[in-house]
């Protein structure tokens, strides 16, 4: 299993550019989400999906848009780039059985973004 | 607000043993989890607790006091593969997950 899929691994943007980044598994799971890690900060949810065709907003949402039209995907979009949205992105899926049981998150292998 | 706090960095020394730290503040609680995180690669899940109490996993163990609002993760006989930051994290009354900073733990010979 290839488990949860991300691309681009590194990217550089110039400030106002969109970009797309892509996140796909391959385990079924309803819950998928994507998060920015910063230096010295907690991982922060940016959007968050429970199934195909809904999606809802996280910690840190603006600047991004998701949408879920499949299981397997969630895409992550930069509509224009900023300087503040240099950071490295993981995108995380899990099942949802049972929602208040231990859900564990599998990540993907994160993406680097420099936003110029 | 909702708050957790660990460690910034600890230093270790092979063979050892290590106690993590975690405290949490939040709005409600639906169990709380422990990460690892090697340099440059992606959280792997360690540990989960939702009641008080001791969870051993071989070298690892990790233990809860909802109480206290208090986690440790404990490391038995280090090795240098377990040089890591180690993430907690809490799942909030709304079910979704709240992250520590991590902890980078530094592994010497």
């Known amino acids: 299993n290839a488990g949860v899929t991300q691309t681009p691994k590194f990217q550089v943007l110039k400030t106002g550019q969109s970009m797309t980044l892509q996140c796909a598994q391959d385990?079924?799971?309803?819950?998928m989400s994507w998060y920015r890690q910063d230096p010295g900060m907690g991982l922060r949810l940016i959007h968050y999906s429970v199934g195909a065709g809904i999606t809802d907003q996280g910690e840190v949402p603006n600047g991004y848009n998701v949408s879920r039209s499949t299981t397997e995907d969630f895409p992550l979009r930069l509509l224009s780039a900023a300087p503040s949205q240099t950071s490295v992105y993981f995108c995380a899926s899990s099942s949802l059985d049972g929602i208040s049981g231990a859900n564990v998150l599998t990540f993907g292998a994160g993406s680097r973004l420099t936003v110029l | 607000g909702q708050n957790i706090d660990q460690p910034t960095e600890m230093t270790a020394t092979e063979g050892a043993i290590v106690q993590i730290n975690c405290t949490y503040q939040?709005?409600?609680?639906?169990?709380l989890f422990w990460y690892q995180q090697h340099a440059g690669e992606a959280p792997t899940f360690l540990s989960y607790n939702v009641l008080d109490g001791l969870e051993e996993k071989g070298r690892f163990s990790s233990f809860l006091s909802r109480s206290k609002g208090y986690s440790y993760l404990l490391l038995k006989e280090l090795q240098m593969k377990d040089s890591a930051s180690y993430l907690c994290?809490?799942?909030?009354?709304?079910?979704?997950?709240?992250w520590g900073a991590g902890t980078k733990l530094i592994i010497k010979p």
């Open positions: 994290a809490v799942k909030d009354s709304n079910y979704q997950l709240i």
């Open positions: 385990m079924n799971h309803e819950y």
């Open positions: 939040t709005s409600g609680f639906n169990g």
